[in-house]
């Protein structure tokens, strides 16, 4: 059991800084029309808070990482393997790796949180090209 007594110290602004990140202040990508992303990435996952626009669609694909994606608004149907998985508010679809999937986003529009692991060297390089055109 662990005890709380309240006692550790605040962490000070430069160890803060080391570890929170507050995921509207890092620049939206587009990762396809009609989808934008910010995107965090650590030596193990990435996790992205991604925005579809309402009647978008993402197309199929496939990469090595595995995905969990938890709808947070909205609906979508979310084609994985050929199939069609219609998703609503709260509920988590499990991707594995290597396996075709896509999106087709409802009029409401969706947001999700995706987290993928190992991480995501492509989506990575598109934030890197993002934030070194804001600084030009």
């Known amino acids: 059991m662990i005890r709380m007594e309240g006692k550790e110290p605040y962490a000070t602004q430069e160890e803060f800084n080391r570890r929170v990140v507050r995921y509207t202040d890092v620049p939206p990508v587009e990762v396809s ?36 994606m ?37 009029d409401r529009g969706c947001r999700f949180i995706v987290v993928s692991s190992p991480p995501r060297q492509d989506l990575e390089t598109k934030l890197k090209a993002v934030k070194k055109g804001l600084k030009t």
């Not at 609503?88 to 986003?105: C, Y």
Request: negative net charge.
């Open 33 to 68: 029309p009609g989808a934008k992303s910010h995107i965090i990435s650590t030596e193990k996952v990435t996790i992205e808070f991604i925005t579809f626009e309402p009647n978008s669609r993402f197309p199929v694909h496939r990469h090595e990482a595995e995905q969990n």
């Open 70 to 106: 938890i709808v947070m608004n909205g609906t979508c149907d979310e084609i994985v393997d050929g199939k069609l998985y219609h998703l609503e508010k709260d509920d988590i679809i499990i991707i594995p790796s290597n396996i075709e999937h896509g999106a087709r986003v409802s």
